[in-house]
């Protein structure tokens, strides 16, 4: 059972390059999320979405873009990084949002921007 | 707009100690309450799951309870045990996309 998969765990990106986080889920789930998560903080959600070609903004959008092509893949863009975007990302799934309640977790994609 | 808070931060306790984490919310329109649990370097876990009209929910050594009245949710863990040590984390459902966090109490269970 894969669940919630992201790549890379790792990486270090060098101000204003780009990259992209990799999301993909095999639970047929329809909602989709990507987290930031910083020392000492709560989770805050940057994208959701409630199926393929739906998306949306979460509370800190900002430096960041998503797509869904497919029910499986949540890829999250950053583009022109900056140090504030050194976190700890994480992507996350469930079937249908509050109603079904639990929320599956990928492992995390530690990001550094030096 | 919706705040989640937890006390304490950190907490350590000797093993086999009965001990509750503490989750407070500032306002009571939620739908449903939810507890994690994260390990150094790995992903969340969903432990418990609250809806907005239950009162209590179970699951093995776990209890966590909710009072929407007054803002407050707890988890209560029996008998703790080295393998307990995490972060837990309360988060709130806000919408039904938007689960709003707190910062997380790391427990230490020492043997």
């Known amino acids: 059972n894969a669940g919630v998969t992201q790549t890379p765990k790792f990486r270090i990106l060098k101000i204003g390059q780009s990259m992209t986080l990799q999301c993909a889920q095999d639970m047929n789930h329809n909602y989709m999320y990507w987290y930031r998560q910083d020392p000492g903080m709560g989770l805050k959600l940057i994208y959701y979405s409630v199926g393929a070609g739906i998306t949306d903004k979460g509370e800190v959008p900002n430096g960041y873009n998503v797509s869904r092509s497919t029910t499986e893949d949540f890829p999250l863009r950053l583009e022109l990084a900056a140090p504030s975007q050194t976190s700890v990302y994480f992507c996350?799934?469930?079937?249908?949002?509050?109603?079904?309640?639990?929320?599956?977790f990928g492992e995390g994609s530690r990001l550094t921007v030096l | 707009k919706q705040e989640v808070t937890q006390i304490p931060a950190a907490l350590s306790v000797p093993e086999g100690e009965n001990l509750v984490l503490n989750c407070s919310f500032t306002d009571s329109a939620i739908y449903n309450l939810q507890w994690f649990r994260q390990d150094p370097g790995k992903g969340l876990t969903s432990l418990l799951l609250i809806q907005s009209s239950q009162r209590e929910q179970t699951s093995g050594r776990l209890n966590a309870s909710l009072d929407k009245s007054s803002g407050r949710s707890t988890l209560y863990i029996a008998a703790s045990q080295p393998g307990d040590s995490a972060t837990y984390l309360c988060?709130?459902?806000?919408?039904?996309?938007?689960?709003?966090w707190g910062a997380g109490t790391k427990l230490i269970i020492k043997p």
């Open positions: 996350a799934s469930s079937l249908d949002g509050r109603y079904a309640g639990e929320l599956f």
């Open positions: 988060a709130v459902w806000a919408s039904n996309y938007q689960l709003i």
